[in-house]
C-alpha cells in the first residue's frame, strides 16, 4: 500500500465540529487525518452516523451502544464490544470482501 503521494483530504465540515478529515490516496487506500482533535472529537465522529459517514466518505450507520452494530458502505460491519466515552472503543468487525472465518 503506497502512501507517497496521497491524495488531498476533505474538507472538515464545520457544521459537524470535527477536525477529523477523511480523504484517499491515490491507490484507492483510505486515509484519514487527525488535527487538534480530542479524545471527546475522536469518539464522537466514529459513533455518530453522520460525522463517520463524513470521515470515511460513504454511508455509515452506527449504534452507540455496547453490542450495537455499525455499517461502513457496502465494505464493513461490526458490533461495538465495549464503549468507554471519549476514552476507549473496542469493536470486532470484517471487512465484507474477506473469506468466511476471517
Known sequence: MSQSNPRPHHDSDSRLGCPIRGGEHEDHSPDATIRD?????????LTDSKKHSKLAGSRTTV???????????RDLEGKHLKLVKDK???????????PKGH
Open 37 to 45: 482533535a480530542t479524545p471527546h472529537d475522536i469518539y464522537e465522529t
Open 63 to 73: 449504534s452507540r451502544r455496547v453490542g450495537g452494530a455499525f455499517k461502513v458502505g
Open 88 to 98: 476507549r472503543i473496542v469493536q470486532a468487525w470484517r471487512a465484507n470482501d474477506w
